[in-house]
């Protein structure tokens, strides 16, 4: 095949074309598998995959296979392979799933001090939601960490933002314009929280029955959900958390909460609540653990909770970057895993000091060394382990596994372009670690060559948003460099 073929990089925003994409994809469709593609073709109706060709000769002739009435005129070729004939430093990798993002938070990324828990949220991060009562701040903050989230890969995002309605709405409708899927979380919180951002219990639940509304009927963008957002159980009283249960209920919704992150919390906890048996325990009571329900942190769970978990198939967001930062301890991910328990990354900005999924990957492949350092090797987290996480893992937590996580039919086109040789590239290749394999063989003195899985690794350990030079969600580009 020659590249001649191809109208190279054209892509458009009319979703009346179909689109085709050529090239290497990578995803993870179990965990610790690596699956590598290359020379494919997949071709993206209205943002939806509808079939992908293995050893691909021409992606317009799969695309007339597929369906014979489609002209080639109609026909959009995506191909990133660009110089790289060994396919090899480009590909297409699933947008990555941030299960748990203080938007609100951003301004403090980097501020903690020595915090802990407790003293980081009264010194730091209340006066900085507090602040974004202010429509203009708070416009700033959502554009430039939407705009961050998606230069770093990330399609999807799991939202908390301010106890503010008009901040969730305003948060709902950048969203919306600048592309990304989300779920956005108006905070709830009518307990133990300065006087100065507190809410009562009828303004916070009905603050978030209208927020719901608005998204779902007003905004109407299948890319923009709400997700009920209780702080923590320290922050809401057992009569807000009913109602609260009885609205995800009522109208089959997301929840997000915090669980178990630190031990003075946990103790805190149980003395607020003498009437359950443990942390996890409070949120079953009250009625907020579902399949949709999306536990941040998990740190020090116990046996028990941990089988609450699991038989209410809650998802987990594993923070390693913010448990790192705020000392709140090591979440035992290999333990919860062979379990059974849904487990996704969290950037928790900003106890968590990065936007990126990929940085936040890292930590969580470092924070289970440390675990092995004190346990054993094997909950230790590969590169695909963690790669896996950062996509199907996070689409597994927002129980949305059948339309996000990888490359299937049927499934959404949230994708991202990684080039490990883009100008100014942290990733170091050399010309001669990427020679033809047959061609090398034979000359036992020559260096050692890489093979894909190493590059994939490379761009794990060294990659950043340069290396992410085009985002996808629904089939539409969001970001390009
Ligand atoms: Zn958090």
Redesign the pocket.
């Given at each position: 095949m020659t590249k001649s073929n191809f109208i190279l990089n054209k892509v458009s925003d009319e979703q009346t074309n179909f689109l085709v994409f050529f090239g290497t994809f990578v995803d993870t469709p179990k965990l610790g598998e690596l699956r590598i593609r290359e020379r494919t073709s997949i071709g993206v109706l209205d943002g939806i995959i509808k079939f992908v060709k293995r050893d691909s000769s021409d992606p317009v002739m799969d695309c007339l296979d597929y369906d014979a009435s489609l002209s080639p005129d109609d026909i959009l070729v995506v191909d990133i392979t660009g110089e790289d004939e060994s396919c090899l430093t480009s590909f297409y990798f699933p947008g990555f799933i941030d299960t748990?993002n203080?938007i609100s938070q951003y301004p403090n990324v980097g501020i903690f001090g020595n915090s802990t828990l407790l003293d980081w949220l009264e010194k730091y991060t209340f006066p900085m939601e507090a602040a974004l009562a202010n429509q203009d701040i708070a416009s700033e903050v959502y554009n430039k960490v939407i705009g961050r989230t998606l230069s770093h890969g990330t399609t999807t995002v799991a939202y908390?933002n301010t106890i503010d309605a008009k901040s969730a709405k305003l948060l709902a409708q950048i969203s919306s314009v600048l592309g990304q899927r989300v779920l956005v979380g108006k905070v709830c919180m009518d307990a133990n929280a300065p006087e100065y951002y507190i809410e009562d219990t009828k303004t916070s639940y009905e603050s978030t029955v209208k927020i719901i509304k608005y998204i779902k009927e007003t905004l109407g963008n299948p890319l923009v959900n709400p997700i009920v957002t209780p702080r923590f159980a320290p922050s809401c009283s057992r009569e807000l958390m009913q109602k609260l249960s009885k609205l995800v209920k009522d109208e089959d919704l997301h929840v997000q909460t915090?669980l178990s992150e630190n031990k003075k919390e946990i103790q805190w906890v149980q003395k607020l609540f003498p009437e359950c048996t443990n942390y996890t325990d409070v949120y079953d009571k009250y009625g907020l653990l579902t399949e949709k329900t999306v536990l941040?942190?998990c740190v020090h769970l116990t046996d028990a909770e941990a089988n609450v978990v699991r038989q209410r198939r809650c998802g987990i967001s594993h923070?390693p970057i913010?448990n790192s930062s705020l000392t709140s301890g090591e979440c035992r991910v290999r333990w919860l895993l062979d379990q059974g328990i849904k487990v996704g990354l969290?950037t928790?900005v900003s106890?968590g000091h990065s936007c990126s999924i990929l940085a936040t990957g890292r930590q969580a492949f470092a924070v289970s060394r440390h675990l092995a350092m004190k346990k054993s090797d094997n909950v230790k987290l590969s590169v695909s382990e963690c790669l896996y996480l950062a996509t199907m893992g996070g689409a597994q937590v927002l129980n949305m596994e059948d339309t996000l996580g990888t490359f299937e039919v049927g499934k959404q086109f949230d994708v991202q372009a990684i080039d490990t040789c883009t100008p100014g590239s942290n990733v170091d290749t050399f010309h001669w670690q990427l020679q033809n394999q047959e061609q090398n063989q034979d000359f036992y003195k020559n260096p050692p060559l890489i093979t894909k899985e190493d590059i994939i690794a490379k761009w794990f350990f060294n990659g950043d948003d340069r290396n992410t030079t085009k985002v996808w969600v629904a089939g539409r580009v969001v970001h390009q460099t």
């Open positions: 748990h203080h908390y915090h941040a942190h923070c913010s969290g928790d106890a």
